[in-house]
């Protein structure tokens, strides 16, 4: 108790990013999937997978702009539970980090999904949109729980690969922006593509839609810790650090390898 009060009152800036990080994140997802899925969208009588093509591409944007954003370059952009249970997993975080990232991910992702239908109300709510949940499709949910494992692996294995290597580790927000407007182009239809827990919640909680919530409770954490098991055994010189985008003028709060912070609790020579 004492390390995660220590933690709070040393770190809090970071935290305050992930919180708003992906609370704007669901700000843009649900004004997205209003304008796009709505009753009124420019696109109605479109197919479906145009639709979630465009989907896709907003929202693929709003996460390469949260990585490289002032926000994500501060925190690291985890803006997932699931993710910052990976890198807690390599030995990349505190604990005490690590949980109060996941409160201020859940808080974050809460509170922009409030924003949305204060400023939207019943054409956010309502169907079709149903304040964007993500709910599995027509194969069931134990297909879902297999879509959401995959999509997560293959993510966070990108992420894993190109963070850590020091010529391509600039692209990574990139490689994962391109990864989720794909998946929502394509995979979407299994899964309401979450691949992450307190992004499912954000949605979930205001609107009262809990329809196999453990699948994206469980299935995210799964997928990602099997890719970090994966890279641990086939890396040796292991991560360089947590942050999908590692900036200098930021200070970095975790194991980082890249420099020393007074802040860091210890740092990893490469």
Same mark, same amino acid.
């Given at each position: 108790?004492? $390390?995660?009060?220590? *933690?709070?009152?040393?770190?809090? &800036? ?30 109605? %009588? ?18 390469? *702009? ?9 925190? %690291? ?13 390599? %030995? ?36 079709? @949109? ?18 959401? *494992?995959?999509?997560?692996? #293959?993510?966070? +294995?990108?992420?894993?690969? @190109? ?13 994962? %922006? ?5 998946? #929502? ?32 409770? /469980?299935? &995210?954490?799964?997928? +990602? ?14 991560? #360089?650090?947590? $942050? ?8 970095? #709060? ?12 210890? /740092?990893?020579?490469?």
């Amino acid at each position: 108790m004492k $390390k995660a009060i220590a *933690a709070l009152g040393a770190h809090w &800036p970071e935290y305050l990013c992930e919180a708003l990080g992906l609370g704007l994140f669901m700000v843009s997802a649900g004004m997205f999937g209003t304008l796009l899925f709505g009753t009124a969208s420019p696109l109605a %009588g479109s197919s479906p997978l145009v639709v979630r093509f465009w989907m896709g591409l907003a929202m693929g944007a709003t996460a390469i *702009a949260l990585i490289y954003s002032p926000l994500g370059r501060r925190s %690291g952009a985890h803006l997932n539970p699931a993710t910052t249970l990976t890198f807690f997993r390599l %030995g990349k975080i505190e604990a005490a980090d690590a949980f109060w990232y996941a409160v201020a991910q859940c808080l974050g992702g809460v509170g922009g999904v409030l924003v949305v239908r204060g400023l939207l109300g019943a054409r956010f709510t309502m169907t079709p @949109v149903q304040s964007v949940v993500t709910v599995p499709g027509a194969g069931g949910p134990w297909m879902a729980l297999l879509a959401e *494992a995959a999509i997560s692996f #293959i993510l966070m +294995m990108v992420v894993l690969h @190109v963070s850590n290597s020091r010529r391509f580790a600039a692209l990574t927000g990139l490689c994962a %922006g391109t990864l989720v407007a794909l998946y #929502i182009t394509f995979e979407a239809p299994l899964s309401g593509m979450s691949m992450n827990p307190a992004r499912t919640l954000a949605s979930a909680l205001p609107s009262g839609t809990w329809t196999a919530f453990w699948v994206y409770l /469980t299935a &995210p954490v799964l997928g +990602m810790l099997a890719a970090a098991e994966v890279y641990a055994h086939t890396h040796a010189q292991g991560a #360089i650090c947590a $942050k999908l985008c590692h900036d200098d003028r930021h200070r970095c #709060i975790f194991r980082c390898g890249y420099c020393r912070h007074e802040d860091a609790s210890s /740092t990893l020579s490469v």
